[in-house]
């Protein structure tokens, strides 16, 4: 059996200049970023002498677009990379097998580029608006731009201009690691002798999206008082770097009084689990996620993993990060007991067989789509499928 190799392709208005993409999904390593690289295919008569320039632009949106009055924005644009793809200027340059074989069957008219994220270049990131928010949703989102002209200063008409959304994401380590994270706290009281323990221990640190997240909780209660019922909720937070705000919200969370009361002298022990999705936070505002909102397969946003000898504090666009929060009811007087366990929240990387387990989850889910049917065509000498960038769930705009 011969698997086809997906292209994406995109043709500007006047059809004069067409785009193609092995992959909208770019991958940070950490270490180092996968470059975008595509190839272009040209009609030389119209041209006339004229260039082709590329860009590699994201917009950070961090404000609504229907607050915008007496021309204040909530956005800005920036253009990361600016490169001249024909003439070429680098005849030299080394292509990737996927721009090999498709400048060999795309033909003379087929010209390959490349562009490479800058170090520390945010994530693509998605904050999910209300049910009454108009515009743009906020977050972080990048964009290649194609066009003609004479220098690469211009604009370019809206005619003989692609633009195609793209996506910066990180995945999961390749092992996940073996350390338990564990918070041990202690409330006391300050009319009554002794104190109320609380030990919490998840089964990993490292979760993929749609994993169930075990908590192990332990209550001693060497108090007086006693515990009324046991709330567990799993935390998205983000902080938007570029206006220096924080919040945070409850994407998953169960209230038990299992157990309880928590009489003093005794002691509680059981475990606990949550599923954070995508799907079940739908319609709340403020929600991080991966992508665009019109994904039937979106992710919540992955945890934002940095680069050894770098801080959170070094890094631009939205941080994420994620914990799991238990609260211990003491009562009116008694108050709470609360504390927080850090873990990260990916997407397996490719090759794994957790990686392997997802796809075919998805390609299940995908079967059963058929929006697709008339968008893409295929070539069976090659084994390459084409299909068009505009008909994909990115909703793109106009």
């Not at 006047?14 to 180092?32: A, M, P, S």
């Not at 082709?52 to 915008?68: A, C, M, P």
């Not at 253009?79 to 097998?97: A, D, G, R, W």
């Amino acid at each position: 059996m011969v698997v086809a190799v997906k292209v994406f392709k995109k043709s500007a208005p006047n059809g004069k200049i067409t785009v193609y993409l092995g992959k909208r999904d770019f991958i940070d390593h950490v270490e180092h970023v996968d470059p975008v690289d595509g190839v272009i295919v040209l009609d030389q008569d119209y041209l006339r002498g004229r260039k082709v320039y590329g860009q590699l632009i994201t917009t950070y949106r961090y404000g609504r677009e229907e607050d915008e009055v007496m021309g204040v924005k909530f956005s800005k644009e920036m253009v990361l990379l600016k490169e001249q793809i024909y003439p070429m200027v680098n005849s030299k340059m080394e292509m990737t097998p996927m721009q090999e074989r498709l400048v060999k069957k795309l033909g003379a008219n087929a010209y390959p580029f490349m562009f490479h994220f800058p170090s520390m270049a945010p994530s693509s990131v998605t904050l999910q608006a209300g049910e009454d928010d108009q515009g743009k949703p906020l977050g972080v989102e990048y964009s290649i731009k194609i066009f003609v002209g004479e220098d690469e200063e211009e604009k370019g008409h809206k005619r003989s201009t692609v633009t195609l959304l793209i996506k910066k994401l990180q995945h999961a380590p390749s092992t996940r690691g073996r350390r338990l994270p564990s918070s041990l706290v202690s409330k006391g009281f300050t009319f009554s002798q002794g104190k109320i323990n609380l030990e919490v221990t998840l089964d990993r640190e490292i979760y993929y999206h749609g994993e169930k997240i075990a908590a192990n909780i332990v209550v001693t209660n060497n108090s007086r008082k006693t515990v009324k019922s046991i709330k567990c909720f799993v935390v998205q937070h983000c902080e938007v770097t570029m206006v220096n705000a924080q919040f945070s919200k409850h994407i998953a969370s169960l209230e038990t009084r299992e157990g309880c009361p928590i009489t003093p002298g005794a002691s509680f022990t059981k475990s606990f689990f949550l599923v954070p999705l995508a799907s079940s936070n739908k319609d709340r505002r403020g929600i991080a996620l991966d992508g665009h909102l019109k994904d039937e397969d979106v992710n919540l946003a992955s945890s934002t993993l940095i680069s050894e000898g770098k801080s959170h504090s070094d890094a631009m666009g939205i941080i994420i990060s994620y914990s799991l929060r238990v609260k211990l009811n003491c009562g009116t007087l008694g108050g709470e007991l609360q504390t927080d366990v850090p873990f990260k929240l990916l997407t397996p990387a490719p090759g794994t067989i957790d990686r392997e387990r997802v796809n075919a989850l998805k390609k299940m889910k995908s079967i059963e789509r058929h929006r697709y049917e008339n968008s893409h065509y295929a070539d069976d000498d090659d084994n390459i499928v084409f299909e068009d960038f505009a008909r994909l769930r990115m909703n793109e705009p106009e």
